[in-house]
């Protein structure tokens, strides 16, 4: 088994348009696959990821209110208080 994957190591290691067809998938996946961790891991992804939660949350608000705001400003008011209303019911149920 040990040789098996030696052998495969070997063969991925070589151009593409070398290896079978049915290899390349495995190959291509498998150079996908290790080139991602190691930007994943040398580039700090999760502090990036979290600063990117963190803006994502507070920019929705101010997105939806000029969402709502264009849909009142267009003439769809009983369309906004629908919407206003269901959120209201989703978010409080009381």
Same mark, same amino acid.
């Given at each position: 088994? @040990?040789?098996?994957?030696? !052998? %495969? $190591?070997?063969?991925?290691? $070589?151009? %593409?348009? $070398?290896?079978?067809?049915?290899?390349?998938?495995?190959?291509?996946? @498998?150079?996908?696959?290790?080139? =991602?961790?190691?930007?994943? %891991?040398?580039?700090?992804?999760?502090? *990036?990821? =979290?600063? %990117?939660?963190?803006? =994502?949350?507070?920019? #929705?608000?101010?997105?939806?209110?000029?969402?709502?705001?264009? *849909?009142?400003? *267009?003439? !769809?008011?009983?369309?906004? $208080?629908?919407?206003?209303? @269901? #959120?209201?019911?989703?978010?409080?149920? =009381?």
């Amino acid at each position: 088994m @040990y040789s098996r994957l030696v !052998q %495969l $190591k070997r063969r991925i290691g $070589k151009p %593409l348009s $070398k290896l079978p067809l049915h290899l390349r998938w495995i190959a291509a996946s @498998y150079r996908f696959v290790a080139h =991602s961790a190691r930007i994943w %891991l040398s580039r700090d992804i999760f502090r *990036i990821g =979290s600063g %990117l939660a963190f803006e =994502s949350i507070f920019s #929705i608000g101010p997105l939806a209110a000029l969402g709502l705001w264009f *849909i009142d400003a *267009i003439g !769809q008011t009983t369309h906004v $208080k629908a919407l206003a209303d @269901y #959120i209201g019911r989703q978010l409080f149920p =009381s």
